[in-house]
């Protein structure tokens, strides 16, 4: 099986955290061409709800690449751009569609989204194939890839019916372990106060829209992901509490459980996923499954090329990797650290 070319972190990028912010900053700089042009087209939900999808459609039967955001992501986001650029460099179509109250405006039921929202993941990629018609792939970007691997691991071989293969980019597989460490030393200053600055704003727009949701004081207070997971997140989506929501969707125990093709990409020089919570390849059984874990990357990072740098590496071996199943299964094989992409420290293929 054909592997994409390694790429390694530039030198002039050290580190996790610079890694993570340099291209939220300045990667959307350096793409070819024009911007990625979406159209929006507005999916209501049974619930009496709305998903908004934003699609780049080249016309034609052409592969489709479903693109899951992260936490408080877009179809705005850097990785998004970064795929969608890519994907038209392949004559693929696109299909961004935002978790509830993420596309600009606010949802209109009595919840929001979450890393574990497997049932809302199969209804997404439903509609995407129904609108669409040809083969499809999918790829989740940190809590939009946990929700995705969550979603096949609970459709098992039904998976297939849907997507050719799935690809998860810097999820945090072990969400309790992930909320440790974004709340651990400068995490705390750089991505905490970074996240919460969007999500209490928009919880309290929740609480006006449905008055006693949830308690406002106990919502002011939270300063950590978890205690805004306990107030808001757990108790809207069916949880006991912030343990019980992570225990329940974390992804990272499951793998085996997997029987659609599924790359996990995480670096393990993230920040906030610890590269200690992430799985061995003897934890996959004869699940579908390839790892990448390389040193580094950072989160939704993995910059790449000499000044000024570029993030178009990420989309280009996710996706070359993706479209070795668009047309047939792979053969069972293991990369090495020198064949896999951004000098892989522990790289592992498990084909059943």
């Known amino acids: 099986m054909?592997?994409?070319?390694?790429?390694?972190?530039?030198?002039?990028?050290?580190?996790?955290?610079?890694?993570?912010?340099w291209p939220k900053l300045?990667?959307?700089?350096?793409?070819?061409?024009?911007?990625?042009?979406?159209?929006?087209?507005?999916?209501?939900?049974?619930?009496?709800?709305?998903?908004?999808?934003?699609?780049?459609r080249l016309g034609g039967q052409r592969p489709l690449l479903v693109l899951f955001h992260g936490l408080e992501g877009s179809s705005a986001s850097h990785y998004s751009q970064?795929?969608?650029?890519?994907?038209?460099?392949?004559?693929?179509?696109?299909?961004?569609?935002h978790f509830r109250g993420c596309s600009g405006e606010m949802n209109r039921a009595p919840r929001a989204y979450h890393s574990g929202d497997h049932a809302e993941i199969g209804w997404m990629l439903q509609q995407a194939q129904e609108r669409h018609g040809g083969p499809m792939l999918a790829v989740g970007v940190s809590l939009g890839g946990n929700a995705l691997l969550r979603w096949a691991q609970e459709s098992g071989e039904a998976a297939r019916e849907?997507?050719?293969?799935?690809?998860?980019?810097?999820?945090?597989?072990?969400?309790?372990a992930a909320g440790v460490a974004i709340h651990r030393g400068l995490n705390r200053q750089l991505y905490t106060r970074y996240f919460l600055r969007t999500m209490v704003p928009r919880a309290l727009q929740k609480l006006a829209q449905f008055p006693g949701l949830f308690d406002r004081e106990r919502m002011l207070r939270a300063d950590s992901l978890v205690a805004f997971d306990d107030c808001f997140t757990a108790p809207l989506h069916?949880?006991?509490?912030?343990?019980?929501?992570?225990?329940?969707?974390?992804?990272?125990?499951?793998?085996?459980?997997?029987?659609?093709?599924?790359?996990?990409?995480?670096?393990?020089?993230?920040?906030?996923?610890?590269?200690?919570?992430?799985?061995?390849?003897?934890?996959?059984?004869?699940?579908?499954?390839?790892?990448?874990?390389?040193?580094?990357?950072?989160?939704?990072?993995?910059?790449?090329?000499?000044w000024p740098g570029s993030a178009l590496g990420l989309p280009a071996s996710v996706c070359q990797w993706l479209a070795q199943h668009l047309h047939e299964q792979p053969a069972a094989g293991v990369a090495t650290a020198d064949s896999a992409p951004w000098g892989a420290s522990a790289v592992a293929q498990a084909h059943g």
């Open 162 to 176: 849907r997507v050719g293969a799935i690809a998860a980019v810097s999820a945090p597989l072990d969400l309790a």
């Open 2 to 21: 054909s592997l994409p070319p390694r790429i390694l972190a530039p030198r002039w990028l050290p580190g996790g955290h610079v890694q993570t912010i």
């Open 238 to 306: 069916g949880f006991a509490d912030a343990a019980d929501y992570y225990a329940r969707s974390s992804a990272g125990g499951r793998l085996h459980r997997l029987r659609v093709p599924s790359l996990v990409l995480n670096a393990l020089n993230d920040p906030f996923v610890p590269a200690a919570s992430l799985p061995r390849p003897n934890e996959l059984g004869k699940a579908p499954v390839t790892l990448w874990q390389p040193f580094h990357g950072g989160h939704v990072g993995f910059p790449s090329g000499g």
């Open 82 to 97: 970064a795929f969608a650029s890519h994907a038209r460099t392949l004559r693929w179509d696109l299909a961004l569609p």
């Open 26 to 56: 300045f990667a959307r700089l350096h793409h070819p061409g024009e911007a990625p042009a979406f159209q929006r087209e507005r999916w209501d939900t049974p619930d009496g709800d709305f998903i908004d999808c934003d699609w780049q």
